[in-house]
């Protein structure tokens, strides 16, 4: 073989491996950092998989803060409260500062794990109405909201 056609053919080869190392690095990062949304019935059902239920999977929960659940201790920073759907409660403990919109009866969105029977929460982010949701927890909350009869201020509005 002529020795410039075999130097560009190690220089293709290089390329392509380079690229081929560089888009499965990229695979596994990005693998290790999506977190998938469940929702308390998801979670105790069993739906969301062994992983998610043992503590090992990271995930979101989704739902609406229970009403009469919250308690943070006096002098503490970890806040306990209950996630529902409108099918199952799950108890969530947080220690850090909670967004100014969380309150109860209002959504809720926790990254973190489980421990036991308790959803450990690492973030939770709190929404104030239905404009700013994403699509996933739209339906979800959507169907737990058909399914109990709970009449949200948008479908107030729809309706006058």
Known sequence: MNPVRRRRLLFVVAIVAASALSMTLIAFA???????????????????????????ARFRLGGMVAGGSFSRAQGSMEARFRVTDGDAELPVRYTGLLPDL???????????????????AEQVLARHDETYVPKEVADKMGLAHDKHGIVTPADADATQ
């Open 30 to 56: 990005l693998q290790r950092n999506v977190s998938y949304l469940y929702t308390p019935h998801e979670v105790l059902g069993g739906i969301a998989g062994a992983a998610v239920s043992s503590g090992e």
């Open 102 to 120: 969380f309150r109860e009866h209002q959504a809720v969105i926790a990254t973190g794990r489980m421990d036991g029977d308790t959803f450990v």
